[in-house]
C-alpha cells in the first residue's frame, strides 16, 4: 500500500522570509508522481508543483521548489518569499497509475 | 467551462434523508475522481471513472454510497439515508488520463452538513 506522511500539521512564517514543508512517502513502485496542492479557505485545491519520480532534477515553478529524495522517499516543499497570500493548507500527493494518496496536510500561516 | 464545477456549494440534510451531489468536469477529461475530505484532514478517495471503463469504487466507505458518470460528462455521487458521519467536504477532479502522468484537477467541493 503506498502511504504519505505529512509531520507537521502547523506552521508559520513571517512574511517575504523562507518556508520548508516536509513530505515523506513510501510506495514499492519505480515510476510514480508527486504532487503539492495548496488548500486556501475557498477550499479550491490548486496544484502548485509535481516531479515526476524518473526525473532527477528538481521540479521548480517561480517562488516554489521541491527537494527530491528518491532514496529516502522525501519530497518537501520550499517556499521562497512567502506572501500573505500563501496562507492555506498544503497537501502533499502520490500518484501511481489509478491510486492517488494524500498527506494529512499542513497549515501554513504567513504572518504580516 | 474553465475549471470543474460542482454542486451545489453547500447542502444542509437531515439524518436519514438521501442526497445528490453533481460535478461537471473539464470537457475532454476521461478521468473523474470523486473525495471526502473531512473537517480538518486529508482527502480520502472514493471512487474513480476512467472512460467507459467500469470504475474503481475501492474507496466507497459503505453500500449507502454509489456514483454515476454518463460517458465522459457529468457525474452524481449519491449518498443514501444519510448519517451524521457522512458531514464533509465532497470534491471531485478531472484528468486527462492519457499518458498516466496527468495532473488533477478540483472542483470547490460541496460542503454536506447532515444534522
Known amino acids: 500500500a503506498q502511504t504519505v506522511t505529512q509531520s507537521q500539521p502547523e506552521m508559520s512564517v513571517q512574511e517575504a522570509e523562507t518556508v520548508t514543508l516536509s513530505c515523506t512517502y513510501d510506495t514499492s513502485e519505480n515510476n510514480y508522481y508527486l504532487f503539492w496542492y495548496k488548500q486556501p479557505p475557498s477550499r479550491q485545491m490548486i496544484l502548485v508543483i509535481r516531479q515526476e519520480a524518473y526525473k532527477q532534477q528538481n521540479a521548480t515553478e517561480n517562488r516554489f521548489s521541491v527537494n527530491f529524495q528518491k532514496a529516502a522517499k522525501s519530497f518537501s516543499l520550499k517556499i521562497s518569499d512567502s506572501q500573505l497570500g500563501d496562507t492555506a493548507m498544503y497537501f502533499c500527493?502520490?500518484?501511481?497509475?489509478?491510486?492517488?494518496?494524500f498527506g494529512a496536510g499542513t497549515r501554513l500561516t504567513v504572518k504580516p | 467551462g474553465a475549471g470543474v464545477s460542482q454542486s451545489p456549494s453547500n447542502k444542509v440534510t437531515e439524518k436519514g434523508k438521501d442526497v445528490e451531489l453533481r460535478c461537471d468536469p473539464i470537457?475532454?477529461?476521461?478521468?473523474l475522481y470523486w473525495y471526502r475530505q473531512r473537517l480538518g484532514q486529508g482527502l480520502e478517495f472514493l471512487i474513480y471513472f476512467q472512460g467507459n471503463s467500469a470504475p474503481d469504487k475501492s474507496g466507497l466507505p459503505s453500500d449507502r454510497f454509489s456514483a454515476e458518470r454518463t460517458g465522459e460528462s457529468v457525474s452524481t455521487l449519491t449518498i443514501q439515508r444519510t448519517q451524521q458521519e457522512d458531514s464533509a467536504v465532497y470534491l471531485c477532479?478531472?484528468?486527462?488520463?492519457?499518458?498516466?502522468?496527468?495532473?488533477?484537477?478540483f472542483g470547490p467541493g460541496t460542503r454536506l452538513l447532515v444534522l
Open positions: 477532479a478531472s484528468s486527462l488520463d492519457r499518458t498516466k502522468v496527468e495532473t488533477q484537477y
Open positions: 500527493a502520490l500518484r501511481n497509475n489509478n491510486d492517488m494518496r
Open positions: 470537457s475532454g477529461h476521461t478521468a
